[in-house]
């Protein structure tokens, strides 16, 4: 999909990936190369450094990596402009509550109990990640609408619910209540450090099921 970009005057490329590591075979959708998770990682691990703020994410003569192996599970959804990178979100058909991302942060006992306070099982489920947006191209939206594309891949997979962990220091968990999200309950939300964030619902188990 391509949509205006009046200021820089030129176009925004949207594209969803699905899964590496999934058949290909009955999917409307290309599957993420190893070149494409390579740029992905760098990309993030970039943005994610912040100068300094996560120096995890440096590695040596001046590079950035974000490898987490949840990507080959995932799919992606990207925009671009002009050929490069400016936004991407991860969203992951939610795998063992061990293994997924906001199992291994909070322990997997408090996801699996808020799920089941919403009368969720493990499959009816997705989660978010990964929800970054270039700082040169803040202020378009392009946060907003790839929030909102989580919904779409989510009626697509026919899932009921999104969880992500939301970070609150950059105003991205007022922006997840804004379009819908909810606090997930029974999940205790870390307000210190420099990965300060809270759980959500996406409110998807409402919403996918109306459209």
């Not at 176009?11 to 590591?21: G, I, K, R, T």
């Not at 619910?161 to 205790?188: I, K, M, N, Y």
Request: proline letters at 7%; glycine letters at 12%; aromatic letters at 8%.
């Amino acid at each position: 999909m391509n949509t205006a970009n009046p200021e820089r005057g030129s176009e925004y490329l949207w594209q969803v990936l699905a899964p590496a590591a999934e058949s290909q075979d009955n999917l409307p959708v290309p599957g993420a190369t190893g070149e494409f998770l390579t740029e992905l990682s760098e990309f993030r691990g970039r943005l994610l450094y912040a100068n300094g703020r996560r120096p995890r994410f440096a590695r040596k003569g001046g590079q950035y990596a974000d490898n987490d192996p949840l990507d080959l599970e995932s799919f992606h959804v990207t925009v671009r402009t002009d050929g490069a990178l400016i936004g991407c979100i991860r969203v992951t058909p939610l795998p063992e509550y061990p293994r997924s991302f906001i199992g291994r942060q909070v322990g997997p006992s408090s996801l699996e109990r808020a799920a089941g306070m919403m009368t969720l099982a493990r499959t009816d489920c997705m989660e978010a990640g990964r929800w970054i947006v270039a700082p040169s191209a803040r202020g378009h939206d392009l946060g907003r609408t790839l929030l909102l594309s989580l919904w779409v891949v989510g009626q697509w997979l026919d899932k009921r619910c999104v969880f992500g962990a939301v970070g609150v220091r950059d105003g991205q968990s007022s922006l997840v209540g804004r379009c819908g999200g909810q606090v997930a309950p029974s999940v205790t939300p870390r307000f210190e450090g420099p990965d300060a964030f809270t759980v959500w619902d996406s409110g998807a188990h409402h919403t996918l099921e109306r459209y």
